[in-house]
Structure formats: structure tokens, C-alpha cells
């Protein structure tokens, strides 16, 4: 079983639609991160959390710490988010290099 | 444009075939990562680099040998692969060995094992 497992694994919105997608992970972490990679394959950082909430443009990332549940939200879709989203857990016993990745959920946005 | 180029993008080999995969940061960065991404599985950490040095090695099969040349430049020679080898080796960089959110991802070399 994966430390991290995402929901759901395919996610097909209009635009438009507020989407919701969901990191679960079972080990203690020191942060939690979340990663897109749009077609072509190149990554980037979106989030990093620790606690709380955190907000960027139409994107928010939250987090519970004690239910070790993550969600990243989408407000407003447009086709330009079409992407796989990628949660990832640096847990705590761990030189920084170390990471759980999620298996990615892939989104897509019709106009 | 993320500053980490990949070349090839994309790579066709067979099983006795020996190839390397090439990464390059204009960065000044001073660790290097390579990461593998098979379909539906979670990514892996493969070989993580800091000056030169190799600090990190996640158990990996010996037919992927890594070279770290200088702080530029990382490559992955691959000899004798199988099919399941067969994924997205991306090659990230960041200034420090730090978590991933300060990593700078490259668009990845698409190998495919005949």
C-alpha cells in the first residue's frame, strides 16, 4: 500500500466547475507538497503546507494535520489547468531528499 | 522554460542496447536528482546528487549507472535495460539539497524498452 494514495485518479470538469482533489497519507510528515506536471512532463511546485491553508490566484491547498488529509481546489476551471496534479510527503525522519509521491490525479478541463 | 533541458526527449532501445539519457541546468544549482515516472505509479527518486558527489542511491538496479561530471551536467547510462524500465526519467536541480518545492524539473526523457 502507498504512504500517499490521491483520489480521484481521473477527474474530467467543465469550465467553470470548482473542482476538489484529495491527498491521504499515513505517515507523519514535515510537509506536504503539491506538484503539477502538464503534458510533456515537466513538474512544478505548487504548495508547500504544513498547517492550515494557503492560497494562490485560483488555487487553494489545504490541509488537516491530524487526519492527515490534504485537498487541492480549483475555482473557476479553464482548460489550461488540464494537468496531473501530484501530492507528495517529506515525512519527518528523513534528510530532505526523501519523498512519498501520490500516483497523481489527471485532470481535464472541456471548454 | 525551467532552466533544466533533457535531452533525448524521447528514446526508442533495445534490451542489449547501452544509451544515456543527458541533463543539463543553466541554474547554478548544486544538486542534481533523477527521478523515474512509470504509468499509474507513484514517482521515484532515483539517484540525488550534491557537488558532484552522489548522496543518495534508492536502491537501484545496476543497469542504471549515473555520472555527475560537474555541477551542470548529470547523466544516466542505461545498458541491458528490460521492458519495465520503460517510463519518464525526469532530472531536476535545486541551489541546496532541499525538499522538493525548491526543485526545478526538467520535461523528461521518454524511454521505451523494446
Known amino acids: 500500500k502507498n504512504e500517499v494514495e490521491q483520489s480521484p485518479q481521473n477527474l474530467t470538469a467543465q469550465e467553470g466547475e470548482f473542482i476538489t482533489i484529495n491527498c491521504s497519507y499515513s505517515?507523519?510528515?514535515?510537509?506536504l507538497h503539491w506538484l503539477q506536471q502538464h503534458p510533456g512532463g515537466g513538474i512544478v511546485s505548487l504548495f508547500m503546507?504544513?498547517?492550515g491553508k494557503k492560497k494562490h490566484g485560483r488555487l487553494i491547498a489545504t490541509i488537516n494535520i491530524q487526519e492527515k488529509h490534504s485537498s487541492l481546489h480549483i475555482t473557476a476551471s479553464h482548460p489550461r489547468d488540464s494537468a496531473v496534479y501530484i501530492c507528495?510527503?517529506?515525512?519527518?525522519?528523513?534528510?530532505?531528499?526523501?519523498?512519498?509521491f501520490g500516483t497523481g490525479t489527471s485532470l481535464t478541463v472541456i471548454p | 522554460e525551467t532552466g533544466v533541458t533533457q535531452t533525448p526527449r524521447h528514446l526508442v532501445m533495445g534490451m542489449t542496447n547501452k544509451k544515456s539519457l543527458k541533463c543539463e541546468q543553466h541554474?547554478?544549482?548544486?544538486?542534481m536528482y533523477w527521478y523515474k515516472q512509470s504509468a499509474k505509479k507513484p514517482l521515484e527518486l532515483m539517484f540525488v546528487?550534491?557537488?558532484?558527489?552522489?548522496?543518495e542511491n534508492n536502491s537501484v538496479p545496476s543497469r542504471f549507472s549515473p555520472e555527475c561530471p560537474n555541477s551542470s551536467h548529470l547523466f544516466l547510462h542505461l545498458h541491458t535495460l528490460q521492458p519495465e524500465d520503460s517510463a519518464l526519467y525526469l532530472c531536476?536541480?535545486?541551489?541546496?539539497?532541499?525538499?522538493?518545492?525548491?526543485?526545478?524539473f526538467g520535461p523528461g526523457t521518454r524511454l521505451t524498452v523494446l
Open positions: 531536476a536541480s535545486s541551489q541546496e539539497l532541499i525538499i522538493i518545492n525548491e526543485q526545478f
Open positions: 505517515v507523519g510528515i514535515s510537509a
Open positions: 503546507l504544513s498547517s
Open positions: 507528495a510527503a517529506n515525512p519527518y525522519s528523513n534528510t530532505g531528499n526523501q519523498f512519498y
Open positions: 541554474l547554478g544549482h548544486n544538486a
Open positions: 546528487y550534491s557537488l558532484e558527489e552522489r548522496v
